[in-house]
């Protein structure tokens, strides 16, 4: 409330209370550290004094009704600059104002520049008093209208913060996103995150908020150079410091904290299987309380932040396993490969080994497409490509259709039926010989759960086909179809080789 | 330094930790009508290479264990030995930034035989 603008609501009260008591001045002072602030006064040109002319102080702690007849010979403001001056105030007369919490946080106070030796009336105690508490209700109410609007504020800031974690992809990322916000809600002049050691003896500060002209702190500290702060660290609670010069665990060494402009901080543990390992600092240049909402919303950005770490990490080592899980299985089918090759070397019909190296070669591609996926789904253009580049002839193929995720196994399949088709085009169809070429195009049928894939393969410019009068294996992977369960049908037409594969969309992004 | 003896069978340098792969690549060398010389790391490929000036074209793994793997050891040759032309090849793909030496070919593992060796008659030509 302190230094907040005139109110009608108080300056009616004190025109109220100057009637009511006769006198020429009332006021309701407000009880700084080093002032007495006025909200609002009626017959007195100043808007504050220090706090050793109030004589609204004098007796606060018994919160009751002050009633100084004759100021001039009440041996606490006889000397007082007030009484002695032109001012020359002589009777004073203040009712203390109590918020519901119980804290005395000022007077409402009539003066007259007389003393009375007979005081106040039994009546114009009452009304003195009756007017002292709907002070104190108004100032009752501003506070739970700041509280409220104030939680709000920090309700909205947590949203935000959420939101720019769930969005983030790297830490850093997170934290310094963390940062700025918790720094703009709490007007602070620095806001960071940083790493703590297994023994709590060093910060690495990574991400770090600033207010505009504040230095930054990112950087290695030792918490034995500022305090004793590591205990409340070590233990996990939050190190809550509202003044560091009085502060017990900084006051022996202030000149640090105040080397980085630090009057008042928290440090908000972030712990991990019952250990800190990093810590949100919160630094103001100025001492300040730090309100208990305050310290909760503190709490929930460190523990939002733990979590979105803890998903990236668990996201990071599974990307680790995907792709040391892959290079061993291409590493195995790199050996397999090699054992195939040297035992079939005196075998004299070369196009079996040949074909069996193709599809093995064909099977990794596909495999290659899905880890980029972190085998999820892989988009069937994607798998188509990968597998028409390893075959050749990438520019006499042309592609086109709607995208279609597959999931893993339909992947794998779907790679091998088109390396089929690719091979046959290439040794007896359209791409055997110059001018002919492949479409490879694909529609989907219906929607929701019927819905069907369509791929359809087209050779164009080739020799005149005809059915080859033996089934091989390659003629049955490819009668196989896209899901490994038939669906396919091949036509030998005049104008080139012509295939359609049908599935339903559900069952290949499932397979 | 390399190439003095014009007309002789080019020497081909396989670098591959796994025993049983590096035997397959000397053997597509061969069937590629070069010489294979075998290492077993990039260390060993160096020593050689400091003591064969007549080596034409390394093909070399990329993930082998020890300090340097196949991209440190081309980025070494393309720095001591400019003329020689790299194969490289792995069972990863390729890390987003790689920078890959001038004059180098990548192949995914496993490999088509027929597309290496076209790849070696190209860099031996």
Known sequence: ?511 | MTNSDQGSIPIVLVVEDEPLLRLFAAQVVEDAGYEPVEAANAAEAIAILESRPDIRIVFTDIDMPGGLDGIKLAACIRDRWPPIKIIMTSGKPLPPRTVMPAETVFFAKPYRQDRVIASLHTLAA
């Open chain 1, 1 to 511: 409330m302190l230094d907040t603008p005139e109110e009608q609501a108080f300056d009616d009260i004190v025109f109220i209370a100057s009637r009511t008591c006769d006198t020429p001045i009332a006021l309701i002072s407000l009880l700084d550290h080093d002032r007495q602030w006025f909200k609002a006064r009626v017959g007195l040109d100043v808007g504050e004094t220090e706090i050793a002319q109030s004589m609204c102080q004098i007796d606060i702690d018994e919160a009751d009704m002050l009633v100084i007849p004759d100021l001039t010979r009440d041996p606490r403001t006889a000397t007082n600059p007030l009484v002695t001056g032109e001012r020359a105030f002589g009777f004073y007369a203040g009712t203390p104002l109590v918020l519901r919490s119980g804290v005395v946080v000022g007077r409402l106070c009539v003066i007259d520049t007389e003393p009375r030796p007979e005081g106040l009336t039994p009546e114009q105690l009452t009304l003195l008093r009756a007017l002292g508490r709907q002070v104190s209700d108004q100032l009752d109410l501003r506070r739970a209208a700041q509280i409220s609007a104030r939680l709000l504020d920090l309700q909205s800031a947590l949203i935000e913060i959420g939101e720019r974690i769930r969005a983030s992809e790297e830490a850093v990322e997170m934290t310094a996103a963390a940062a700025a916000v918790v720094g703009r809600v709490l007007q602070v002049e620095r806001a960071s995150f940083g790493v703590v050691d297994p023994d709590v003896e060093i910060v690495d500060v990574e991400a770090d908020w600033t207010a505009p002209g504040v230095a930054s702190i990112a950087g290695r500290h030792r918490f034995a150079d500022y305090g004793a702060l590591r205990a409340d660290l070590v233990a996990g609670e939050p190190l809550v410091i509202e003044d560091v010069a009085t502060d017990h665990r900084t006051s022996a060494n202030t000149a640090a904290m105040h080397a980085l402009d630090i009057g008042a901080l928290v440090n908000m543990p972030v712990r991990e299987r019952g250990r800190t390992v990093a810590i949100f600092i919160v630094n103001a240049a100025r001492p300040r309380t730090w309100t208990p909402d305050e310290l909760l919303f503190l709490r929930s950005v460190a523990d939002r932040l733990e979590a979105g770490v803890a998903r990236l990490r668990a996201e990071q080592q599974q990307i680790v396993l995907n792709g040391e899980i892959s290079h061993r299985l291409k590493n195995m089918l790199s050996m397999v490969q090699a054992i195939a090759s040297q035992t079939l070397r005196a075998v004299s019909e070369r196009e079996p080994v040949e074909s069996f190296e193709r599809r093995l070669v064909a099977l990794s591609a596909a495999h290659d497409v899905l880890l980029q996926k972190s085998w999820k789904d892989a988009d069937l253009q994607t798998v188509a490509e990968a597998v028409v580049e390893t075959v050749g002839f990438g520019e006499r193929v042309t592609l086109d259709g709607p995208s279609v995720p597959l999931g893993a196994r339909a992947a794998l399949s779907f790679s091998l039926v088109i390396h089929e088709l690719m091979t046959n085009a290439c040794k007896y169809g359209s791409l055997c010989m110059e001018g002919g070429h492949v479409e490879l195009t694909w529609i989907i049928e219906g929607s929701g759960p019927t819905a069907s894939l369509i791929v359809r393969w087209r050779e164009r410019g080739g020799p005149p086909v005809v059915a080859p009068s033996r089934k091989g294996f390659g003629s049955k992977l490819i009668r196989l179809g896209l899901t490994g369960t038939g669906g396919t049908e091949l036509r030998y037409e005049p104008d080139g080789f012509e295939a359609d594969l049908r599935a339903s969309v559900e069952h290949l992004a499932q397979a």
